[in-house]
């Protein structure tokens, strides 16, 4: 007989041959959310009030209440999230396909590009080279680019801003398009605060990441860490967001399964 | 002739803080009308409509003809010293740690003979003006003080008993990032404070003029986000002991009224930082600040909230900012009879409109930054407690006076 696949799979892990990585930053008053012009809606950080911790106001209890916006934090963009894909199908976080939480990830390193010039767009050229050492981006795999951004520890160097904006590592406006056509790819997800580059709202259109993969019905993640960790190819994603009616995102746990390095 | 403050040494760490006491607090209905006086710089008292008897101390009907139409007004300040003394002893708790103290009898020149603490400066049998002062229970008393302005005057410590004063005191403006925090920031300094602890709710945001503030050596910057408990808390565990003067500048203003809107959300916003941030403020800097109410020459002495003059009526054009501001209002009230205790006084400042970004299509006119701040420092120096600031605040409190539903339909027009 053999041995079931989800106890081969235990062993892997248990023995070391799987490694579980965490790719989520820990929620803090002070990790920063995106920051839009002051005259629209701004997305809440995330705030924490103690609701009791073992005293007068629970005694044998700890717990907190908390507030953040669907974007704060480590978190998964549903395609409802943009103009672009709000009449898709099954679009919000509440009605995506369960098995959509699944799936594999291409860890494109960027690091050096990004320390370089935090403007550096991802192209159609750079992934042909990547996929020439790495092998072909998979269908249905999550596109994760590894800038180092999350090394950025204060929000200062993190947000990256100057008087003409937030300066960020992205994907240009050709290749979104392009790894939605000709590689089927799952989704895009970044280190930095947005799938976009901070300097996105001059590409053409606007913000092409959002507005191709949700346009697709594809997702998204971003405030992502420890892709240092991850092999180019052969990680596993779950990325499961909370079940909001009608979210169009989440904060959430992303955690990767990787063979052991 | 006063001494001039010195700069208070370090202070001995292995040596009991002395607790806050206060003067008798006990007042009549009536007296409160001195209160009211004193708490917004004024100097009134009750004049008979009848016979026109200036009275004191204050009553219910008129000393001389017995008529119950007594207004308050502002009287002739002026007097004459009839006797002083010096008290070198007293059983009160308060003036026992105060002592000596200098008081006597004053023949005003609107007629009643009155019972003042008398300035060191003021020479005997000599002419004197009288002030209304709040002492540290919050209640008038009657300072007389020299008729014509002497050096450091202000500097008496009498004087300091009903004053706050930011000299050699240590200053935390909640968000000194905003036009009106620098603003408070900078005239703190030119008022003498000794550190000016400066929030910084945005430390990712490169604002020119606050890294100008920032490199001045008495100025120390602190993150500090008021909407972020543990950034309150935080703070507070590490500067809560020094800061004497606390003002929060940390606003939010949006225009746009109720029905406008979709959602609640600028509305939650406006709350979070204009009521819950002083709160937070309070429950984490309030009780170091009461325990050194009377540490020493220069003890914790004011919490200062930057309100509106739309906290006492509506600007429907900004109805949420507005119910934030009258929330704020209330819970400083609150935040006043609990720090009363300890002497601290809670000062609210009433600007007008204020010349800042998100007042930019507000017609003028507007209040430079710099002339509120002036005008907190010098409330502070006056040991006010109800700052007015600006033409237009002056004008809306007065009207409310006497006819509040025509201020309001006007606002709403």
């Given amino acids: 007989m053999t041995t079931p696949i989800l106890t081969q799979f235990m062993n892997a892990l248990l023995t070391g041959r799987l490694r579980l990585v965490d790719l989520t930053q820990t929620l803090t008053p002070e990790f920063p959310t995106i920051v839009l012009p002051p005259e629209f809606g701004q ?23 908390f507030s953040m916006s669907e974007h704060t934090g480590t978190h998964f963009d549903a395609p409802i999230h943009w103009i672009s894909g709000k009449d898709q199908p099954d679009n919000a976080v509440d009605s995506i396909p369960a098995e959509n939480f699944i799936a594999a990830a291409c860890v494109i390193d960027v690091s050096a590009e990004s320390a370089e010039n935090p403007d550096f767009l991802l192209t159609i050229d750079f992934v042909e080279a990547w996929e020439a050492r790495h092998g072909r981006i998979p269908e249905r795999a999550w596109v994760l680019l590894r800038t180092d951004w999350s090394k950025r520890t204060t929000p200062r160097e993190y947000l990256n801003m100057a008087e003409d904006g937030a300066h960020s590592p992205g994907p240009d406006a050709e290749v979104v398009p392009w790894l939605i056509r000709a590689r089927n790819v799952h989704g895009f997800g970044t280190e930095s605060v947005g799938t976009d580059a901070g300097q996105a709202h001059h590409l053409n259109p606007p913000y092409p990441c959002h507005y191709y993969m949700h346009g697709n019905n594809r997702y998204g993640l971003q405030c992502l860490t420890n892709l240092d960790q991850l092999p180019p190819q052969g990680a596993l994603i779950f990325a499961a967001p909370l079940k909001i009616r009608n979210g169009s995102g989440s904060p959430l746990r992303v955690l990767a399964l990787a063979p052991a390095a | 002739m006063t001494e001039p403050l010195v700069k208070p040494k370090k202070k001995n760490p292995v040596e009991r803080t002395r607790l806050a006491t206060r003067p008798p607090a006990a007042r009549s209905r009536s007296a409160l009308g001195l209160t009211r006086a004193a708490a917004e710089g004024r100097f009134e008292m009750q ?11 204050p009553r219910e009907v008129c000393g001389r003809c017995l008529s119950e139409r007594l207004a308050w007004k502002p009287v002739d300040d002026r007097g004459e010293l009839l006797a002083t003394t010096t008290l070198r002893h007293s059983n009160d708790p308060y003036f026992r740690e105060r002592l000596p103290w200098r008081v006597g009898s004053v023949k005003m020149a609107a007629g009643p003979v009155v019972v003042a603490h008398v300035h060191e400066d003021c020479t005997a049998n000599g002419a004197v003006r009288l002030a209304l002062k709040l002492d540290r229970s919050g209640q008038a008393v009657i300072h007389a003080l020299p008729a014509k302005n002497t050096p450091n005057m202000n500097e008496a410590p009498q004087m300091r008993e009903s004053t706050c004063d930011p000299k050699f005191r240590r200053v935390l403006v909640s ?29 990712w945001k490169r604002v020119a003029a606050f890294d100008r503030l920032a490199a001045d050596p008495r100025v120390q910057v602190v993150e500090l986000d008021v909407t972020d408990t543990d950034s309150v808390k935080r703070l507070a565990a590490s500067i809560g002991g020094k800061v004497e003067i606390l003002v929060n500048t940390a606003a939010y203003l949006r225009d746009g009224g109720i029905l406008g809107r979709k959602d609640v959300i600028l509305a939650r916003d406006a709350m979070d930082v204009n009521v819950l941030g002083p709160m937070r403020l309070a429950q984490a800097f309030g009780p170091g600040m009461c325990f050194r109410a009377a540490d020493g020459t220069h003890g914790a002495v004011a919490w200062v909230n930057v309100l509106s003059i739309h906290a006492l009526v509506a600007l429907p054009g900004r109805g949420a900012w507005s119910a934030s501001m009258a929330a704020a209002l209330s819970a400083a009230q609150t935040l006043r009879a609990e720090l009363r205790g300890a002497g601290v006084q809670v000062v609210n400042v009433f600007p007008g409109p204020i010349d800042e970004e998100w007042e930019q299509l507000t017609p003028p006119p507007k209040l430079a930054p710099a002339t509120v701040a002036k005008a907190i420092v010098q409330g502070l120096q006056d040991g006010r407690e109800d700052i007015y600031v600006g033409d237009i605040a002056e004008e809306i409190r007065e009207r409310l006076r006497h006819n509040h539903k025509a201020v309001e339909r006007e606002l709403g027009q």
Avoid: H
């Fill in chain 1, 43 to 65: 997305a809440w950080p995330f705030r924490i009030e103690e609701i009791s911790r073992y005293d007068e106001r629970g005694p044998a209890w700890y717990w907190n209440n």
């Fill in chain 2, 175 to 203: 968000d000194g990032k905003s036009a009106m925090g620098l603003a408070v920031a900078e005239a703190m300094l030119d008022a003498g404070a000794a550190t000016v602890f400066v929030g910084d709710p945005t430390i």
């Fill in chain 2, 47 to 57: 004049v008979c409509a009848e016979c026109g008897a200036v009275q004191y101390p």
